[in-house]
């Protein structure tokens, strides 16, 4: 299975502050990299597919980049409802695997 | 707006089966996407188990493929996983998800049902 590396595992930031956080997959997986939100006793919520595809109703302060092996997930100007954790997901071979999650608190 | 919704037991005794249903609404899973089941745990995280095509082939995660079984039920729009001599490393939130593509893009989740394994 590929592996999934997500940097850093928490930050803190304040609202209006831009964040990266940095995903690597242990073999290239092309442009197949998938981010999600998530927070406290919800489901994932899909961000970013392939890359840098900006999902429906997505607010295009997220913003993805990165191919190959390594990727990027920028949030600008933090709103208070962005502190959550934040997870990849590659999608180029099976089984689908998934970071272990950024999470991204107020400080 | 597709919705998906998880059902079943909220325990489960060590080596019995754990079974789930998702009810689909918004969307007729007999017409297209992959439909499937992903678990979370704070131990291991996210992972994905099992999808199953809107034809009813079906890929399993080889960890799982001896224990679980996929299945759709097109007349009840209903998503069914069954995974058989649990442990507690089965214990996590499990969720139904919708697979719009080849590539694994999970656009759709249910709100995630907590199953315990213990006696």
């Known amino acids: 299975d590929i592996q999934m590396t997500q940097s850093p595992s928490s930050l803190s930031a304040s609202v209006g502050d831009r964040v990266t956080i940095t995903c690597r997959a242990s073999?290239?997986?092309?442009?197949?990299l998938n981010w999600f939100q998530q927070k406290p006793g919800q489901a994932p919520k899909l961000l970013i597919y392939g890359a840098s595809r900006l999902e429906s109703g997505v607010p295009p302060r997220f913003s993805g980049r990165g191919s190959g092996r390594d990727f990027t997930l920028t949030i600008s100007n933090l709103q208070p409802e962005d502190f959550a954790t934040y997870y990849c997901q590659q999608g180029d071979s099976t089984p689908a695997t998934f970071g272990q999650g950024t999470r991204l608190d107020i400080k | 707006q597709v919705q998906l919704k998880e059902s079943g037991p909220g325990l489960v005794k060590p080596s019995e089966t754990l079974s789930l249903n998702c009810d689909v609404s918004?969307?007729?899973?007999?017409?297209?996407?992959?439909w499937g089941w992903i678990r979370q745990s704070p131990g291991k995280g996210f992972e994905f188990m099992a999808s199953?095509?809107?034809?009813?082939?079906?890929y399993y995660n080889p960890s799982l493929k001896s224990r679980i079984t996929l299945s759709l039920d097109t007349s009840k729009n209903q998503v069914s996983l069954r995974l058989n001599s649990v442990t507690a490393a089965d214990t996590a939130i499990y969720y139904c998800?919708?697979?719009?593509?080849?590539?694994?893009?999970?656009?759709?989740w249910g709100q995630g049902t907590l199953v315990t394994v213990s006696s």
């Open positions: 918004g969307f007729s899973i007999s017409t297209g996407h992959y």
């Open positions: 199953v095509f809107h034809t009813g082939s079906t």
């Open positions: 073999q290239s997986i092309t442009k197949f």
């Open positions: 998800v919708r697979d719009r593509g080849s590539s694994a893009i999970f656009d759709s």
